[in-house]
C-alpha cells in the first residue's frame, strides 16, 4: 500500500490514511489439482497455550441434480416442470442428498466409476424415486423437521469400488 501525499504540516488538514480490509491473491500452481488445501499462519506471543482450533463449513464437490430438483430447499417439482422427464442441469450443483452422491460417484469418470458403468445401466427413475425419499422431512427431536438422510463424507483413501459403493448405499 502506497500513500501519494504527504503527512499535513497543518492542524486544519487531516489526512490519515486507514486499511479497512485486504485480500491476498496467490497465483501458484499446485502438485496436486482438483483439491482444497487450507493454510493459517498466527504468531504464538499472541496465543499462548490456547491455539486457535480451526473448523470448516464445505460444500464439496458439485454434482449432476435433476432439472426439477432444488438441492438447498430439497423441493422437487419446481422451475415449471410437473415430473421428472430424466434430465439432468447444466450447471452442476451442491447436494448433501445421498442418493444424488451415490449416483455421482457411480457415473463420474473422474474420480468414480464412470470409466467402467455407463449412466444407462443405472435405473435413475428408481433414484430419484430414493432421493425425494432421503429428503422428506421428519422430526427431528427438537420440535423441528429435518430431512431423513443427508450425507457429508470425505473420501480420502482409496479402496475397493465394491466397498465404497456399499458403504455409500448404506447411507440410504
Not at 95 to 113: E, K, V
Not at 132 to 142: A, F, I, R, S
Amino acid at each position: 500500500i502506497y500513500r501519494v501525499t504527504e503527512d499535513s504540516l497543518t492542524t486544519t488538514i487531516m489526512n490519515q490514511t486507514y486499511v479497512d480490509s485486504m485480500y491476498e491473491i496467490y497465483g501458484d500452481v499446485f502438485t496436486y489439482p482438483n483439491t482444497s488445501v487450507v493454510e493459517h499462519q498466527f504468531l504464538a506471543e499472541f496465543f499462548g497455550d490456547n491455539i486457535p482450533k480451526r473448523t470448516y463449513d464445505v460444500r464439496g464437490l458439485k454434482i449432476k441434480v435433476p432439472v426439477d430438483y432444488e438441492p438447498i430447499t430439497k423441493t422437487y417439482g419446481r422451475n415449471g416442470y410437473t415430473y421428472w422427464d430424466g434430465t439432468f442441469k447444466e450447471d452442476k450443483a451442491w447436494t448433501d442428498n445421498p442418493a444424488w452422491i451415490f449416483y455421482d460417484l457411480i457415473t463420474n469418470r473422474r474420480y468414480g466409476l464412470g470409466k467402467y458403468v455407463h449412466p444407462d445401466y443405472l435405473d435413475k427413475w428408481t433414484m430419484y424415486e430414493i432421493a425425494k425419499y432421503c429428503d422428506q422431512l421428519v422430526e427431528d427431536g427438537y420440535g423441528g423437521l429435518e430431512p431423513r438422510f443427508t450425507c457429508n463424507i470425505v473420501v480420502k483413501n482409496r479402496d475397493s469400488a465394491h466397498r465404497v459403493v456399499q458403504e455409500m448405499a448404506s447411507v440410504f
